[in-house]
């Protein structure tokens, strides 16, 4: 089973067509990213794109529920 990341929006200003506020978004790896204060996070689009870090709290789910938020946007 993949390890799935999720973060919960709390900043959209200047992205609110493609962020929700309070919603939950996948977060894909990238440690390029991470150092330059960015998350990669699948949008509103479907598509990942790179985002303020600090506009989302990362949220650890457990490993069943992470696998079934994940299914459930497929």
Do not use: I, W
Request: charged share 25%; hydrophobic share 45%.
């Amino acid at each position: 089973m993949k390890n799935h990341q999720f973060a919960v929006c709390l900043r959209n200003q200047g992205h609110e067509a493609s962020l929700e506020l309070r919603k939950l978004y996948e977060v894909l790896p990238d440690t390029d990213a991470l150092k330059h204060g960015q998350l990669r996070v699948v949008d509103e689009s479907g598509e990942d794109y790179l985002y303020e870090a600090a506009a989302f709290d990362l949220v650890a789910l457990p490993a069943n529920v992470a696998e079934r938020v994940f299914l459930a946007h497929a």
